[in-house]
């Protein structure tokens, strides 16, 4: 199993140590993983993941598991919260593709120029 966070994608970085006559030798630096469960609501299960502590604060800050996976799209979660989600989604009868409006922007200057050219013929 990889050292990495199920939630936040957090994983083993690689590094210098770096000593006073500036010698340099590799090292890792590991994430801050912990093994946790985690209740859905929705589905009335329990998830164990393996979360690290800024993992642990993100679903926190979100209101738990459910609302963590229900409020990122499907491309910025890990494959297993992936599968969460869809379940959720599956469960709650939401569609898997909700309909995002793209802002509206203004047209650049040369096509307000055409436009006037067109209204005045």
Known sequence: M????QVTGKKTMVGMNVSHSNRRTKR?????????TFHSDV???DFLLRISTAGLRTLTK??????YAIAKPVSRLAPDMAAVKKAI???MGIDEKPVVKKPAHKPNISA????????KK
């Open 28 to 36: 890792t630096f590991l994430p801050n993983l912990q093994k946790m």
């Open 112 to 119: 307000r120029l055409a436009k006037k050219v067109a209204a």
């Open 62 to 67: 979100h209101g738990g598991l459910d609302a």
């Open 43 to 45: 589905l009335g299960r």
């Open 2 to 5: 990889p050292r990495k966070c």
């Open 89 to 91: 989604e599956k469960k």
